[in-house]
């Protein structure tokens, strides 16, 4: 795929289509009971209003919904029909919604509205302030919504990962590396190396390439408080992230019905 097609609905990545999937061995769901904890915390540290509903834009496997519904009436939206099928699931409890988080208006608002690491699909600045003021159009007065990308542009660091895990019958392991392209200043690249262990033995490998946003510190700050929301930042508190400078985006909405 050039470097120029990488808008999220253009990329047709693997892993939320047909790999759907294997998704759960990438990104195993018990991983995500601690960074649930702490978003559910901050949720209810900033919530000028009871936090009672939740609205997760860009849910995936709804793998950190899995625990926010415990206090959170979750709604969750997605791209991808692999991805709700996934979520539905594990989450059968929780209303699940195709939409794009650039333009999706569900005419509802939430306390809580959530834009977790598939925010970090937006590749452009337009792309940007549209997902912001979706999330600014679903957020009820007082409530709190909240940006959590993978990287800005102070925290990038070329870098390779490997992880995996397996289930009785299957195995998956990947290697993933960013890096960011000559030509670009706003994009990075993840390629993705999938290695799949299939019950009878065989082994697939899959390449996938992932074109995510990259944007400084600032301009998130600027973004989410044109869209009419009081930005905020706050050290993301993860122990596999203690002392990166990674952090987490707010946007709190006034009590007031005012737009901005
Ligand atoms: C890594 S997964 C999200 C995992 C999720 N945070 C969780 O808790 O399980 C990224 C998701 O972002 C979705 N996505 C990418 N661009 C999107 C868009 N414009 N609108 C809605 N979903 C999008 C993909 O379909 C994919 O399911």
Not at 159 to 184: F, H, K, M, Q, V
Not at 210 to 232: D, K, N, Q, S, T
Not at 235 to 258: D, M, Q, V, W, Y
Request: hydrophobic share 40%; with cysteine.
């Amino acid at each position: 795929m050039p470097l120029d097609n990488r808008t999220a609905s253009s990329q047709s990545l693997k892993l939320y289509r047909e790999l759907a999937d294997w998704y759960p061995l990438l990104t195993p769901v018990a991983d995500y009971a601690e960074e649930a904890a702490f978003y559910r915390s901050l949720f209810e540290a900033h919530c000028r209003r009871p936090p009672r509903t939740l609205l997760d834009l860009g849910s995936g496997g709804g793998h950190n919904a899995a625990y926010l519904k415990a206090t959170l009436a979750c709604t969750l939206v997605d791209l991808e029909p692999a991805m709700l099928a996934l979520s539905r699931r594990l989450n059968p409890e929780c209303e699940h919604i195709q939409g794009d988080m650039r333009s999706i208006r569900l005419g509802r608002l939430f306390d809580c509205v959530f834009l977790h690491d598939a925010v970090s699909y937006m590749t452009s600045r337009t792309d940007l302030v549209r997902a912001i003021a979706t999330a600014f159009e679903h957020t009820a007065p007082g409530g709190v919504a909240m940006f959590q990308p993978d990287f800005v542009s102070e925290t990038f660091k070329s870098s390779t990962e490997t992880g995996g895990s397996e289930d009785n019958c299957r195995a998956l392991r990947y290697i993933e590396w960013r890096w960011i392209p000559d030509s670009r200043t706003d994009t990075y690249v993840t390629d993705m190396a999938y290695l799949l262990r299939h019950e009878n033995g065989v082994v697939e490998v899959h390449h996938d390439r992932h074109y995510m946003g990259l944007f400084p510190r600032a301009v998130w700050l600027e973004l989410i408080a044109a869209a009419g929301f009081e930005p905020l930042a706050v050290p993301f508190k993860h122990s596999s992230l203690s002392n990166t400078g990674h952090e987490i985006f707010l946007g709190l909405r006034p009590a007031t019905n005012a737009n901005k």
